[in-house]
């Protein structure tokens, strides 16, 4: 398998790795810096909130930036872009400077993780395809996860970190486009049927958009919380990794669950647990232990993270197969849109109650979705289990391109479900 996968295309893995361990680095520095320069809480959450904005914008446009000039001059532009906006950044702080900046970052990532994602599809073939973004998921959660720790490298006052962010991104550059690959071929979204989409799997849909919102909220301001409750960048690196930890070892076993049982009551299960959990960072704080708080924060990446996957996944239970690709990519807009609100609303209820009231509103919302998924299952049969079909294993900042292909994969494994009474259009 190595010689047939991952040797021919170790630049493309070893690129997205170094482009993941920037992004990581970039979002905990932000946030940490944020509190150094003093902004308040609020205005730390629009500018983490404005990545989203900019990945949403990247989503859209960099499909016909492709199609206009191709996939290596789009790559090195918005790859330069991206090195540029960061040690912009650390010249100018001014908090509507950042809105701007981390707004030019998120639509630059964007475009770095279609192309990149493309290619890699573009490569794989139908027998090793699954398996090799298996692969580059869990690099995907390991690179976020290492990223955390980059933060040691030099003091977050300071540019050091920001230029080795800058580095980080262009070092990334050389495998990348010297690799000899075939041209991929990303398609141009069209409009998306919203409702189309919710009257198919409103559960899903909703866990999607929740997910984006829990999601950006705690790694938009986890660093900042971190910093502000008195803890030192060491133990700041760690609390944010745990989270990326707890993601990454509890989705495979949450997600093979899911395929054994009617996926709701996962989702149910999951959301119950991470309402709970969400309190023990708090319950840490108050109680002065550093190590309570580290395993709520693991607790609250295994139990919250996975919640895209699974909501990803029952959308594709629910779907014709011509209909999974554009949801895919509709999901992931959805996702980033619930990214853009999380940071906003969290840091504004942080401002009005309590620093701690970050993760009171991580548990209300997955608290939310557990009653939902309760209405669900009790106003609709079950599918039958054998008719699921497999879970999605999805990292946290995939594109829609790896998000879409995944759901094709597992959608192909599973026999395509019955026709509901309704004729459903989806489009992107």
Known sequence: MFKQTLLPIWSLLFGVAIITMASALQSSLIGIRASIESFNTT???????????????????????????????????????????ILMQSVVVEAWFWMLMRMGTGLCYAGLFIVTESWLNAIASNTTRGRLFSIYIIEIWAAQTLGQFLLNAASPSGYDLFILTSVLISMALVPLLLVRTPSPTIEVPEKLNLIGLVKTAPL???????????????????????????????????????????????????GMLSDRQDRRVTILVV????????LVVPLGNNMGSVTVMMVGMFCVGAFTFPMYGLSSSHVNDQ????Q??????????LNGAGGVLGPVIASAVMDIFHIDALFMFIAL??????????????????MVVEDQGDHVNVGLTVSSVVASEMLVEADSNSPAPEPESHEVEIKL
């Open 43 to 85: 205005a730390t959450g629009l500018i983490m909130s404005s990545y989203y904005v900019g990945f949403i914008l990247g989503s859209l446009l960099v499909p016909t930036w492709v199609k206009n000039v191709g996939h290596i001059r789009v790559f090195a532009a918005v790859a330069s872009l991206a090195s540029i906006t």
């Open 204 to 254: 899903g849909v909703t866990g999607a958009f929740i997910a984006g919102v829990t999601s950006g909220a705690i790694l938009g301001l986890g660093a900042l919380y971190a910093k502000s409750i008195g803890l030192n960048i060491a133990e700041i690196s760690l609390f944010i990794g745990a989270s990326y930890v707890g993601g990454m070892l509890l989705q495979w076993p949450i």
């Open 271 to 278: 959301c119950l647990v991470g309402a709970i959990t969400a």
């Open 319 to 322: 779907l014709r197969p011509e």
């Open 324 to 333: 999974v690709l554009s949801a895919g990519s509709g999901l992931i807009l």
């Open 365 to 382: 919302m997955n608290l939310f979705v557990a009653v939902f998924a309760i209405y669900r299952i009790q106003n609709k049969p079950p």
